[in-house]
């Protein structure tokens, strides 16, 4: 295989294109499991679970696209470690030791009844177990450094988990690659076959591979045998384990080892003893489905994740299943506390478009119109989310998120309570910082200037357009003050709603309303690989008597 069709994937542009969408994709995939077909290939329970005991699990994100970031940002660590911001799935910890596992027995009658009176399909089953295994990879493993994935399918279920996975992967953002050199001639399996070569997917032969996994392949997924697999494994996948045991010993202290992820168990482990012989491989993540079973509690990688959210109280009660509470509407948790991390080797080598001097606009205006125009079209939360920073006479800096609520050639515009402290800050020294800080487009904005009051018409008009509930809050609130506790803010919110039940309107505080900074200085920020970073800043300068901004580049 040619050296270059897998490490140029990195230089790809359309791959930065991809990166806002990832957060995106993982908040809308759930909204996509309800859509999923009928199999067209009805599969008896007793075949099925001969070949192996179908993985059943869901998905959350795509949102963090991706993520991915999730939190789909992208981490510059090393290989196999956590990425540098928490995430949805992270933000439940479950004990390993309050967590049910199953044997396999169990494990083939839980398969069994989901196909049976409860209604799933095999290919249900199937899509769900592979959108789980490829959202816990984009939760951990970000596209700008694991792109290349290469996925290794068995013939059985396991492996057509891998090939669904291989799927949701590429639209991720990621560059997939398949080694499947035992196929399944049915019709669900050409089926994903066929859907992964309508996206140019390749599928490499044992002879393609090479023999160095680690220079080509960033994350190789285990996707060869199930829970229901007996014996020793055989040719070629007793070979295809043997590799990736040779990874984790290598003796070359400065080689990366690519990450292994394992779908649902480690291939060639036992479902229930684990590694018997001690001499498997060691993933460094595993996706268990539906439940973990037995063997999981002898896995001791860093990422321990849980799918399976769709499982129906009749099978919890029925089995005494006790399973971890997901966070939000995330159909994957990570079992057990992340491993710790050495914060001083966080970092993001970014994959960004260079930004020209003359391919922006001349008038900073008109770029920051462009750029937030960007981030509300890659589906960024609160794009207008932006940092405050303010000093008062005393000289110490104070910083918060507030909220742009306009912005022309005039000013940018925020509202808030004077009296609270960045209003006495403003009141006695009123100019100020604002920093905009869009992570998925790898850019940020800041913004220096005066700042002033405006009109009491235009906060009057802003106040009465605000919902009911946040004027009320406005008035309540006596910002920056200490007060006894959260109950009196409630009792005084509700006596307040109160008095204005019958819907008469509510006036604006006179201490409540809107600053507006005008601006003296752009500097707009792309983050770069190699901390090569595109920094061009906007002065305002005077030339033939007008007002014109002079364009400068700054060292990163």
């Given amino acids: 295989m040619p050296q270059n069709s897998v490490v140029n994937y990195h230089n790809n542009s359309e791959l930065y294109k991809m990166l806002p969408l990832l957060r995106k994709a993982k908040r809308m995939s759930c909204l996509l499991t309800p859509i999923l077909l009928p199999s067209s290939a009805p599969i008896s329970v007793h075949n099925f679970n001969a070949t192996r005991s179908l993985t059943t699990s869901h998905h959350l994100l795509l949102s963090r696209f991706l993520g991915l970031r999730p939190k789909i940002g992208f981490s510059g660590k090393s290989r196999g470690s956590l990425r540098g911001m928490a995430t949805k799935m992270d933000s439940v910890q479950q004990n390993p030791e309050s967590i049910s596992y199953l044997n396999q027995q169990e494990a083939a009658e839980i398969d069994e009844i989901l196909m049976g009176h409860l209604g799933f399909s095999v ?5 769900l177990a592979g959108l789980s295994v490829a959202t816990a990879i984009a939760e951990v493993y970000r596209p700008s450094e ?3 994935v290469l996925t290794i399918c068995g013939p059985g279920n396991n492996g057509g988990d891998g090939l669904v996975a291989a799927r949701h992967l590429y639209h991720f953002g990621y560059k997939p690659f398949i080694c499947y050199p035992k196929r399944t001639a049915k ?3 050409n089926g994903l076959v066929t859907q992964l070569e309508s996206l140019s997917v390749p599928f490499l032969s044992l002879e393609d591979l090479p023999k160095d996994l680690s220079n080509s392949f960033d994350i190789l997924v285990d996707a060869m045998f199930g829970f229901s697999f007996h014996g020793s494994p055989r040719p070629p996948f007793d070979d295809l384990i043997q590799r990736l045991v040779g990874l984790k010993i290598s003796d070359d202290k400065h080689q990366k080892s690519p990450a292994i992820v394992s779908i649902d168990i480690p291939s060639g482990w036992h479902v229930e003893e ?6 498997g491989f060691k993933p460094d993540m595993l996706v268990s489905l539906t439940a973990p079973k037995l063997c999981a509690k002898r896995f001791s990688g860093p990422h321990h994740i849980l799918g ?8 919890k009660n029925k089995f005494h299943l006790q399973l971890p509470a997901y966070p939000g509407t995330s159909m994957c948790v990570r079992i057990g506390k992340p491993p710790k991390i050495d914060i001083s080797s966080m970092r993001e080598n970014y994959i960004s478009p260079a930004l020209l001097e003359e391919e922006v ?5 008109d770029q920051f119109q462009k750029w937030f125009d960007d981030a509300m079209a890659a589906g960024l939360k609160e794009p207008n989310a932006m940092a405050l920073s303010t000093t008062g006479k005393d000289g110490k800096p104070s910083s918060r998120i507030v909220l742009l609520k306009g912005f022309d050639k005039d000013g940018f515009v925020w509202y808030t309570n004077y009296e609270g402290s960045k209003g006495q800050q403003i009141a006695e020294n009123p100019r100020a910082a604002l920093l905009f800080y869009w992570d998925d487009l790898n850019r940020q904005v800041r913004i220096e200037g005066p700042v002033q009051k405006v009109s009491d018409e235009e906060s009057e008009q802003y106040f009465h357009s605000r919902p009911r509930g946040s004027q009320l809050g406005a008035i309540v609130s006596k910002q920056s003050t200490v007060i006894p506790g959260r109950q009196f803010l409630i009792d005084e919110y509700k006596q307040l709603e109160a008095k204005y039940s019958d819907g008469s309107l509510i006036p604006k505080p006179k201490h409540w309303g809107g600053y507006r ?8 920020w792309q983050g770069q690989q190699s ?6 800043c906007y002065v305002p300068e005077t030339v033939d008597g007008r007002r014109v901004w002079r364009i400068e580049r700054l060292a990163p």
């Fill in 274 to 279: 684990g590694d018997l012989s001690g001499e």
């Fill in 187 to 189: 019709p669900l399996y």
């Fill in 146 to 148: 694991f792109s290349r």
């Fill in 123 to 127: 290919d249900q089953l199937m899509e």
């Fill in 531 to 536: 901390r090569l970073h595109d920094r061009l």
């Fill in 517 to 524: 900074l005008k601006p003296e200085m752009f500097e707009f």
């Fill in 361 to 365: 606009a001349a008038d900073p205006f």
């Fill in 308 to 315: 399976g959210r769709f499982v129906p109280p009749s099978i």
